[in-house]
């Protein structure tokens, strides 16, 4: 099957070789990052980076994601979505355990089932804050997307009805501040352009 955007599979495979040229970061596995502000085009890099990667690992390699979207609690919980990844995520993937979170339901507004995650060849974390420095040295490449703010919002708005506006703009205040205390556009290994990558 063709795909949707030839840009960003081409990209995709990029890191994914780069990725297997370097040495494991999380436990034995390897651990890529796709964060950058919401709209940008973050998800669908991702699922082209694990698609790749499926066709790339040897025979038998696995590869696990998760969706920050998965992990904030509402929309006012990007700090504790990010400290939940880092503390439960991450930090016993380090040691060879599984991780583990329980996935928010933004329909009925509350925390659902708990869901456990593996240790694998590669980890995938897609999301804003994704690119933690808290657990900077776990992270084998961090990939940073962008887009301008008017190109978000109108995807954001899009996908989730005009009604959330006043949420989309608080958001982005907050991830603002995130991404200016986290460096993490100046930290990043790869740089996208969300809009020529996946258009607009």
């Known amino acids: 099957m063709t ?30 990052c796709v964060d950058g502000p919401a709209g ?37 919980g990007l700090a504790e979505g990010m400290a939940t990844v880092a503390d439960s995520v991450v930090a016993p993937l380090r040691d060879g355990r599984p991780g583990r979170y329980r996935r928010f339901d933004w ?9 456990v995650l593996e240790p694998a060849d590669l980890l995938v974390i897609e ?31 899009a996908r989730d009805g005009q009604d959330l506006r006043g949420h989309w703009l608080a958001w982005g205040e907050a991830e603002d501040a995130v991404f200016e205390r986290e460096r993490t556009r100046e930290r990043a290994d790869v740089v996208v352009d969300g809009v020529s990558a996946t258009g607009p």
Do not use: Q
């Open 127 to 157: 999301g804003v804050g994704s690119g933690n420095r808290a657990y900077d040295d776990a992270i084998t490449c961090l990939v940073w997307v962008e887009a301008p703010r008017d190109v978000r919002l109108e995807r954001g708005l």
């Open 40 to 76: 940008s085009g973050k998800t669908t890099l991702a699922a082209a980076v694990r698609r790749c990667a499926r066709d790339l690992l040897p025979a038998g390699g696995t590869v696990r994601m998760i969706h920050m979207d998965d992990v904030y609690p509402g929309w006012d």
């Open 3 to 32: 795909s949707r955007f030839p840009a960003v599979d081409a990209l995709a495979a990029s890191v994914v070789e780069s990725l297997l040229a370097k040495p494991p970061t999380l436990g034995a596995g390897r651990l890529v």
């Open 107 to 115: 329909h009925a507004g509350a925390l659902g089932e708990e869901r």
